[in-house]
C-alpha cells in the first residue's frame, strides 16, 4: 500500500506521537508525584493530589510501555543500541518505573505517618529520576554517543554513565524536568481542590518561566555550541536497513533541516505559544491552561525530532554507525502490517481514555478525600 | 568480538530472576479478574449486595497484585533492549510486533479500565460497571494472548527468514506467527494455569475463614465460585498441557527427550518414565519406573511413530552445524561479492541451519575455522539441563492432577452444602494455596530453562543475544533488582497477608448496613 520511503516517515512521525502521547498524558503523572511534597502540605491535600490522577495514571503509563514495544518491533536498533548503550541510565528509570506503581497502591494501604511519608519520597524520587534522565538522553542524542556496529551488526558501546552527564545534556534535563513540572502543575491547578491548585497557580508560573528560559539557553547552544551530523552523498531512503551502508560527516548543524523544511520552525512556535498560554489562562481558565502545557509539551518534543531529522541516534565514536530513519527500521512488511493496527487502535484507544476521563471528571476536593479515607 | 561469558551467565540469571518474579503475580491478576467478571455477572443479574462485596473485597486483594503485575512488567519489556540488544536487533522484526500489538489492543485497556473498576462503583451504572469488569478480564486475557505469540515464535520461529543484508531475522508471513501451533497452545494452557492459580487463591482464603467461623455466606459462596472455576480450569490445564506437549514434541524435540531423560530412540510406541534417576555422565536413566505406550501417544498420536531419543538428536545436531558453517560461509563472501551466484545458491539451501553455526561463537570468533572436536562440543551443548528438566516437568504435572481432585472434591462438598462441616478439606484447601505458585514457576522453567541453549529454538544461540555491556553493570542491575524486588516481596506480601486477615468483615463490607433486599425484589431483578 504505501512504499518503503512513507512507511519510514510514517513510522518516524508515531515514534514522535508515541513519545508526545507519553509525555503529554503521563507527563502530569510524573510531575505531580514530584511536586507531591511541594503541593500537599498535609496527607489530605497529599490524597487530593494523588486522586487526581490515580485512577488514569496507569492507563496513561501505556503510551510508554507501548513507544517501548512500538520501537522494539519498528525501529530495533534504536531500541537496542539505546536501552544497552545507557544501560545505567536506564536502570533508574526502569527503578521509577517500577517503585511507582506500587507506590500510588500502597502509600494508601496502610495508616502511619511514616508509612505515607516513605512513599512520598519514593513518588517524588521516581517523577524527578523520569523527567531528568529523559531530558539527559535527549540532549545526548544531539552530542552523539559513542557506539559502533560490527559487520554482524552486533553493537559496542564505549562510553560510561557519567559520560551521559555533558553540561548541554544536563541543560536538556532542566527543560525536561521544568516543562513536565509546568505540566503538573498546570493539571494540580485543573483538578484539586482549591488550597492545592491556588500553590500550583505560582508553581506554574516559576516553573513554565524557567522551562522557557532553559529551551531557549539550549537552542542556542545547540546553534552555536553543538555540531551537527549529516549524511554525505546520495542519500537512499528505500533502501536495506543496514546503518552500515552510507557515510556521515560530523561538523555541519542541528539547524540544517529548519533551513530545508522552514515548516519545522512551527514546532518551537507552538513550544512558546504553549508556554505563553499557560501564563495567561493559569488561574483563570483552567483546562485552557492544561490544554497550553500540553501543546508546549508537544511543541519542544517536535522541535527536538525535527532538528535531529532524518538521525535517530548518532554516533560520535563511527559516525558511519549512526542510526537514521532511513536504515534503521523494520521491513517493509513489519511496517505496513504494524500501520495498521495503529491506524486501528489508536482512535479506540482514544475513544475509551476519553470516556474514561469524562466520567471521572471535576474537582476532587478536600471534603470528598475526608469522607472517603483513603484512594483505593 | 569473543562474548563475556559472565555477561551471558549474568544476564541469564537476571532474566530468569526477574521474569520467574513477575509470574508470580501474572497468573493471579489473570485467574482473578475473571472470577471477579463472575461475581459481578451474578450481582447484576440477582441484585443481591452480597455479590457486590465479593467482588469489591476480592477486588482489594486483585489491586494490590495488579499493582505488583505491572511494575515487575515494566523490567520484562526493558530488559530485551538493556541486556540482549544483539536478541533485540536479530529479531525485533519479528518478535516486537506482537509485544507492540500487545500495547495497542491488551494493555492499554486493561490499564484504563482498572482505575474506574474500583472508583466507578458510584459513577457508572451496575451495567456498564459490569462491561468495565468484563473488558478487564477480556483485556488480561488478550495481553497473555500477544505475550504467548511471542514466546510462541522463540520455541517455533514460523513465518520468518533470515536477510543477510540486514543481519536480522525478518518476517515473512505474520499469520504463520499469528496462527502458531505452539502460541495457540501455550496460550490456552498458560491462562488455564492462571485460572487455577486465581480460584485456589479465593478457595484458599475463604476456607480460611470458614475454619475460623468468620463471613461465613461470603465464603461459601466464594469457594463455590472458585471450585467450579478452578475445576474447569485445572481440568483444561491438563488437557490442553498435553496439546502443548504434542507441540512440542513436533518441533522441539530435543526439549521433549530432555523431559524425558530418553538418551537413546526408543522402537515405537515410545514408554512414559514416571520415575527414575537422571544420570547425565553416564547419559542413562537408574531406577526408572516405565508406563509403555503413553509417551508414543502423548508425543506422536500414534503409536508407530517413534521420538527421537538425545543421541540421535546430537548427531542430528552435528549435520546441521556442518550445513550452518556453509552458509556462514556463503554469508561472508556475498558481503564481499554480492552478486556471487554459488555463494547465493548455498545461502538459499542453508540458511536454516544458520543457527548451527552461531552455536560455535561461544567457542570462537570464527565459525568456519571448527575442528570436529569443536563440532562435537557444540552439538553436546544443545543438550539442556536432563535432571531439572525432567523433575520440574513432572512435578508440575503432579500439581495438576491433584488440583482437579481438590477442585472436584470441593465442587461435590459445594454442591451438597457440606462445606463448613469438612474442616479437613478446608484444612486442605488452605494448605494447598502455594502449589499453584510452584507449578507455573516450575512450567516456566520446563518451557523455558528447556529452550536452552537456544534463545530462538534453532535460529539464535543465548550466549550471542547479550549485549555489549561490561558483567559490572549487569553485577549493578542484578544487586538492584534483588535488594528492590525482595523489599517490595516483603511489603507485598505483608499488604497482602493484612487485607486478607481483615477480611470483608475487618474492612466493613460485611455483613452490608443495609438489609439484603427482599424476596420480591430479587425476582424481579433475576427476571423470574
Redesign the interface.
Known amino acids: 500500500m504505501f512504499d518503503y520511503e512513507s512507511l519510514r516517515v510514517i513510522w518516524w512521525a508515531l515514534l514522535g506521537i508515541l513519545l508526545i502521547g507519553f509525555a503529554v498524558m503521563d507527563g502530569f503523572d510524573f510531575g505531580i508525584a514530584a511536586l507531591l511534597r511541594v503541593l500537599g502540605r498535609s496527607d489530605d491535600e497529599r490524597l487530593v493530589l494523588l486522586e487526581t490522577i490515580?485512577?488514569?495514571?496507569?492507563?496513561n503509563?501505556?503510551w510508554f510501555?507501548?513507544g517501548?514495544?512500538?520501537a522494539?518491533?519498528?525501529w530495533?536498533?534504536l531500541?537496542?543500541?539505546?536501552?544497552?548503550g545507557m544501560?545505567?541510565a536506564?536502570?533508574l528509570v526502569?527503578?521509577a518505573?517500577?517503585?511507582?506503581?506500587?507506590g500510588?497502591?500502597?502509600r494508601g494501604?496502610?495508616r502511619d505517618a511514616r508509612w505515607r511519608s516513605l512513599w512520598d519520597w519514593v513518588l517524588t524520587a521516581s517523577g524527578v529520576v523520569v523527567m531528568l534522565i529523559s531530558g539527559v538522553a535527549f540532549g545526548n542524542l544531539f552530542l552523539g554517543v559513542p557506539f559502533q556496529f560490527?559487520?554482524?551488526?552486533?553493537?559496542?558501546?564505549h562510553g560510561s554513565f557519567f559520560e551521559l552527564l555533558h553540561p548541554f545534556a544536563l541543560l536538556a534535563g532542566l527543560v525536561s524536568l521544568a516543562m513536565l513540572l509546568a505540566h503538573g502543575a498546570c493539571w494540580a491547578a485543573y483538578r484539586a481542590d482549591h488550597v492545592v491548585a491556588d500553590r500550583a497557580v505560582r508553581v506554574a508560573r516559576w516553573t513554565t518561566l524557567a522551562y522557557a528560559v532553559c529551551f531557549v539557553l539550549a537552542g542556542i547552544w545547540l546553534a552555536y555550541g553543538v555540531a551537527g551530523y549529516a549524511i554525505v552523498g546520495p542519500v537512499v531512503t528505500d533502501g536495506?536497513?543496514?546503518p552500515l551502508h552510507k557515510q556521515v560527516a560530523h561538523g555541519s548543524s542541528w539547524f540544517a533541516s529548519y533551513m530545508q523544511y522552514p515548516w519545522f520552525w512551527l514546532a518551537p512556535v507552538l513550544a512558546f505559544a504553549g508556554a505563553i498560554g499557560v501564563q495567561l489562562s493559569v488561574g483563570r481558565k483552567n483546562l485552557a491552561c492544561f490544554i497550553a502545557s500540553s501543546l508546549m509539551v508537544a511543541g519542544t518534543i517536535l522541535s527536538a525530532g525535527f532538528a535531529l531529522f532524518p538521525f535517530l541516534l548518532p554516533s560520535r565514536l563511527d559516525p558511519r554507525s549512526s542510526l537514521t530513519i532511513w536504515d534503521a527500521s523494520?521491513?517493509q512488511?513489519?511496517l505496513g502490517?504494524?500501520l495498521a493496527?495503529?491506524v486501528i487502535?489508536?482512535p479506540l484507544?482514544i475513544i475509551?481514555?476519553g470516556w474514561?476521563y469524562r466520567?471521572?471528571r471535576g474537582r476532587v476536593t478536600l471534603d470528598h478525600v475526608r469522607q472517603s479515607g483513603h484512594g483505593? | 568480538?569473543i562474548i563475556d561469558p559472565d555477561v551471558v551467565t549474568l544476564s541469564r540469571l537476571q532474566f530468569a530472576l526477574t521474569a520467574l518474579y513477575h509470574f508470580l503475580f501474572v497468573p493471579l491478576t489473570l485467574g482473578i479478574v475473571w472470577i471477579l467478571a463472575i461475581m459481578e455477572s451474578v450481582y447484576v443479574m440477582t441484585g443481591r449486595e452480597v455479590w457486590k462485596r465479593m467482588v469489591q473485597f476480592w477486588g482489594?486483594l486483585f489491586?494490590?497484585n495488579?499493582?505488583?503485575g505491572?511494575?515487575?512488567?515494566?523490567?520484562m519489556?526493558?530488559q530485551?533492549?538493556?541486556?540482549w540488544?544483539?536478541y533485540?536487533?536479530y529479531?525485533?522484526?519479528?518478535?516486537?510486533?506482537p509485544?507492540?500489538?500487545?500495547?495497542?489492543?491488551a494493555?492499554?485497556?486493561e490499564?484504563?479500565?482498572?482505575?474506574?473498576f474500583?472508583?466507578?462503583w458510584d459513577?457508572?451504572s451496575r451495567v456498564a460497571h459490569l462491561l468495565v469488569t468484563w473488558f478487564l478480564a477480556l483485556a488480561t486475557s488478550l495481553s497473555a494472548l500477544w505475550i504467548l505469540v511471542a514466546n510462541g515464535w522463540m520455541q517455533n520461529p514460523v513465518g520468518s527468514a533470515f536477510?543477510a543484508?540486514?543481519?536480522?531475522m525478518?518476517?515473512?508471513s505474520?499469520a504463520d506467527v499469528l496462527f502458531n501451533p505452539v502460541a495457540q497452545a501455550k496460550f490456552v494452557h498458560t491462562v488455564s494455569a492462571g485460572y487455577v492459580l486465581g480460584s485456589m487463591f479465593v478457595l484458599s482464603i475463604s476456607a480460611w475463614y470458614l475454619l475460623r467461623g468468620r463471613n461465613v455466606d461470603f465464603a461459601k459462596r466464594s469457594m463455590t465460585v472458585a471450585a467450579s472455576f478452578g475445576l474447569a480450569a485445572a481440568l483444561s490445564v491438563v488437557v490442553l498441557g498435553d496439546e502443548s506437549g504434542y507441540a512440542v514434541s513436533e518441533n522441539q524435540k530435543m526439549k521433549m527427550a530432555a523431559i524425558e531423560a530418553m538418551w537413546e530412540t526408543e522402537p515405537a510406541p515410545a514408554s512414559f518414565t514416571l520415575f527414575g534417576i537422571p544420570d547425565v555422565e553416564n547419559h542413562t536413566t537408574h531406577y526408572a519406573l516405565r508406563i509403555p505406550w503413553v509417551m508414543g501417544l502423548i508425543g506422536t498420536r500414534s503409536i508407530d511413530k517413534p521420538i527421537p531419543g538425545i543421541a540421535n538428536l546430537v548427531e542430528d545436531a552435528k549435520g546441521r552445524i556442518n550445513n550452518g558453517i556453509l552458509a556462514y560461509d556463503a554469508m561472508l563472501v556475498l558481503?564481499q561479492d554480492k552478486d556471487n551466484a554459488q555463494a547465493k545458491a548455498i545461502l538459499a539451501a542453508h540458511d536454516k541451519d544458520m543457527g548451527y553455526a552461531l552455536l560455535l561463537k561461544r567457542f570462537m570468533d570464527d565459525p568456519r575455522q571448527a575442528t570436529p572436536a569443536d563440532i562435537q562440543k557444540a552439538a553436546d551443548s544443545t543438550i539442556p539441563n536432563v535432571p531439572v528438566l525432567f523433575w520440574a516437568f513432572r512435578l508440575m504435572v503432579a500439581c495438576g492432577f491433584y488440583f482437579i481432585a481438590l477442585f472436584a472434591v470441593v465442587f461435590w462438598q459445594a454442591s451438597k452444602r457440606q462445606l463448613d462441616k469438612r474442616r479437613w478439606l478446608l484444612k486442605l484447601a488452605l494448605w494447598s494455596l502455594p502449589l499453584p505458585w510452584l507449578a507455573a514457576e516450575l512450567g516456566w522453567v520446563v518451557a523455558e530453562y528447556g529452550r536452552q541453549p537456544w534463545a530462538i529454538e534453532g535460529v539464535l544461540p543465548t550466549a550471542l543475544g547479550v549485549?555489549?555491556?561490561t558483567a559490572g553493570?549487569v553485577w549493578?542491575?542484578l544487586g538492584?533488582f534483588v535488594l528492590?524486588y525482595s523489599a517490595?516481596a516483603v511489603?507485598?506480601a505483608v499488604?497482602m497477608v493484612?487485607?486478607a486477615r481483615k477480611g470483608p468483615d475487618g474492612l466493613g463490607l460485611w455483613p452490608p448496613a443495609e438489609p439484603e433486599p427482599p424476596v420480591a425484589t430479587v425476582a424481579a431483578h433475576a427476571g423470574v
Not at chain 1, 531500541?79 to 544497552?84: L, N, P
Not at chain 2, 505491572?70 to 523490567?75: E, I, K, L, P, R
Open positions: 490515580e485512577p488514569t495514571w496507569e492507563g503509563q501505556v510501555i507501548l517501548g514495544g512500538a522494539f518491533a519498528a530495533p536498533a531500541y537496542a543500541v539505546s536501552f544497552s544501560y545505567l536506564i536502570f526502569l527503578l518505573f517500577i517503585l511507582r506503581p506500587v500510588f497502591n500502597f494501604k496502610v560490527d559487520d554482524n551488526l552486533r553493537m559496542s558501546w536495506v536497513s543496514n523494520s521491513s512488511g513489519t502490517l504494524m493496527m495503529v487502535f489508536i484507544i475509551y481514555t474514561v466520567v471521572l483505593y | 568480538m482489594v489491586g494490590i495488579f499493582a505488583m505491572v511494575a515487575t512488567g515494566v523490567t519489556e526493558f530485551f533492549g538493556m541486556n540488544a544483539y533485540a536487533h529479531v525485533g522484526d519479528v518478535f516486537g510486533t509485544l507492540a500489538i500487545e500495547g495497542l489492543m494493555f492499554f485497556l490499564a484504563t479500565l482498572v482505575g474506574l474500583f472508583v466507578g459513577r457508572i536477510n543484508d540486514t543481519m536480522r525478518e518476517v515473512t505474520f558481503r549485549s555489549s555491556v553493570q549493578t542491575s538492584g528492590f517490595l511489603v507485598d499488604l493484612k487485607y
